[in-house]
């Protein structure tokens, strides 16, 4: 009797456990997936609400990540389950649903983070537990869960851990109790929890906002009270309370301040004052698009191929406002933009590598909507 009882026993926490365990909820599973794009030098990566990623252009290097070095005339699935992507010069990271962070291209600085230099064509897994990534030409940087930093690849001095020159090819942890980070060609950005905006790299144009052109290798504060933090090639921007902030280079009037003179130091772009998210080209590109808070854009910088959308190839050095509504996501490539309005997507700018999606190379100089 006594072992009849135990029997039951057994059973019944077992019984208890198992649907105990099957109610619970997959917190991957409830990841709501924000559609977002990224472009890379010279090709273009969408990735769409369901988690589907999709990708076009240049593949030489196996940045698509499709398996081969095939390029693409028009929109291809590559991935699933994605929740993030950032495209670099020749490369792309993605972040999936369970936190892993996948990997393909160019290698040849160790931007992959994979322990070795040699280029992949299809998606390789290289780190878990990360919540946010973000790459530049020759190097990547991952949030963990834990709000640590860490990065990949050449370091210009932006690593901000003491060192300059040389690179590695596996993550090092260089900071702690990040929230967002923003990658230039030779410079980062990280906001903090509190708010406050650190800067460390090459600063031969003020990129860093540190009021002078001194090379920094240990990360600096900037300023405080960001929302959100952007690069350009040799630029940055901050967000403050939808009020926008940049610093840099501005030669082809990418910082909108309506001259074409650099900043030493965080100027208020003062005709601007609901901003919700800013994009430029991180890895030679000069141009910059913001996202305002009602769901249009405006634009400024260079437009030689069109990327602006505007409807011709004139630069600008204040932001212009275009005439899209509903815009829910922008990417910036090099000489390219991709934009999602309402459930459509479009691009413009630079196609010589079938980078727009489009299924030709004719550049265009206004948003044309892409077949899916």
Known sequence: MRKLYFVFLFIAIFFIYSCKSGSEPNESENIIIQPSASGGMYHSMILKSDGT?????????????????????TFVQVASDVIQVAAGGSHTIILKKD????????????QLGTGD????????????NVKYI????????????????????????????????????SFIQIATGVKQVALG???SIILKNDGSVWTSGNNDNGQLGMGDNTFRNTFTQATTGASFVAAGSKSSFVIKNNELYVTGYNVFGQL????????????????????????????GGSHTI??????????????TFGQLGVGNKSDRNTFLLLSHTDVKAIGVGIFHSIMLKGSDWYTTGL????????GDTTDRVSFVKTNF
């Open 117 to 128: 230099n040699v280029e992949k064509t299809s998606f390789t897994q290289v780190e878990s």
């Open 256 to 283: 909108g301040i309506g001259d074409n003179t650099d900043r030493l130091s965080f100027q208020k772009i003062t005709t601007i004052s609901n901003v919700n998210s800013v994009y430029s080209a991180n890895f």
């Open 351 to 358: 196609n010589n590598n079938k980078q727009l999606g489009l």
């Open 53 to 73: 990623l999709w990708g076009a252009g240049l593949n030489s290097n196996g940045q698509l990540g499709t398996g081969d070095k095939v390029d693409r005339a």
């Open 185 to 187: 060609h030779e410079h």
């Open 290 to 303: 913001i996202i305002l808070t009602d769901g249009t854009i405006m634009v400024t910088g260079v437009n």
């Open 134 to 169: 973000a790459t530049a030409n020759a190097y990547t940087f991952i949030i963990k869960n834990d709000g640590s930093l860490w990065a990949t690849g050449a370091n210009y001095g932006q690593f901000g851990n003491g060192s300059s020159g040389g690179s590695t090819n």
């Open 99 to 110: 936190g892993t962070v996948w990997v393909t291209g160019l290698n040849s600085s160790g």
